[in-house]
T-cell receptor, first 114, second 116 residues
Framework: GENVGLHLPTLSVQEGDNSIINCAYSNSASDYFIWYKQESGKGPQFIIDIRSNMDKRQGQRVTVLLNKTVKHLSLQIAATQPGDSAVYFCAEILFTGANSKLTFGKGITLSVRP | EAGVAQSPRYKIIEKRQSVAFWCNPISGHATLYWYQQILGQGPKLLIQFQNNGVVDDSQLPKDRFSAERLKGVDSTLKIQPAKLEDSAVYLC??????????????FGPGTRLTVL
């Protein structure tokens, strides 16, 4: 896989502000997309998903936008809280035959300033 | 509901030694995954089981890595012999659905392996 080195890109936001985390995915044939949150010392945790035939999906305080034309996915977090500080990964799912394959993208660190 | 359990949480070994990791998935989850997460990168799938059968092991370095899922429940991942580049967090995940039923994957806390 691609080596992104030890230092992830970091997004720093003020508590209470909205955050927008962006991701460029690689496979235009991907069927499904997921955003994961990973806190230090823990495994990734599901946040929200979106099918490839949709362009927007909303959850509680989070919204995912999908732009298939430019293969771009974004995660918007409203009223960012200190507990949102973590590494965020986008992931794409490709249906292959009778199976599905999940591929993670590069992570972005979100740092929330109190 | 109990989550995915993994042990040990940390392991330090010297290169050329062997190591094994254990995973207990969420009860009833048919599909189990092992991922390797190198520092600063996203997790990379090593192997996927559907019950006790292997669905995808295309990215598993089979000359040194092996995995099994006896009785379709617990799973072990083994590295023999370990190399320096195997230093990573090894994550286990499970999901209720498999195949093209896209079920949410639940991840365990991982085992952090350091190879000296």
């Amino acid at each position: 896989g691609e080596n992104v080195g030890l230092h992830l890109p970091t997004l720093s936001v003020q508590e209470g502000d909205n955050s927008i985390i962006n991701c460029a995915y690689s496979n235009s044939a991907s069927d499904y997309f997921i955003w994961y949150k990973q806190e230090s010392g823990k495994g990734p945790q599901f946040i929200i998903d979106i099918r490839s035939n949709m362009d927007k999906r909303q959850g509680q305080r989070v919204t995912v936008l999908l732009n298939k034309t430019v293969k771009h996915l974004s995660l918007q977090i409203a009223a960012t809280q200190p507990g949102d500080s973590a590494v965020y990964f986008c992931a794409e799912i490709l249906f292959t035959g009778a199976n599905s394959k999940l591929t993670f993208g590069k992570g972005i660190t979100l740092s929330v300033r109190p | 509901e109990a989550g995915v359990a993994q042990s040990p949480r940390y392991k330090i070994i010297e290169k050329r030694q062997s190591v094994a990791f254990w995973c207990n998935p969420i009860s009833g989850h048919a599909t189990l995954y092992w991922y390797q997460q190198i520092l600063g990168q996203g997790p990379k799938l090593l192997i996927q089981f559907q019950n006790n059968g292997v669905v995808d092991d295309s990215q598993l370095p089979k000359d040194r890595f092996s995995a099994e899922r006896l009785k379709g429940v617990d799973s072990t991942l083994k590295i023999q012999p370990a190399k320096l580049e195997d230093s990573a967090v090894y994550l286990c995940a499970s999901s209720l659905l498999g195949g093209q039923g896209v079920g949410e994957q639940f991840f365990g806390p991982g085992t952090r392996l350091t190879v000296l």
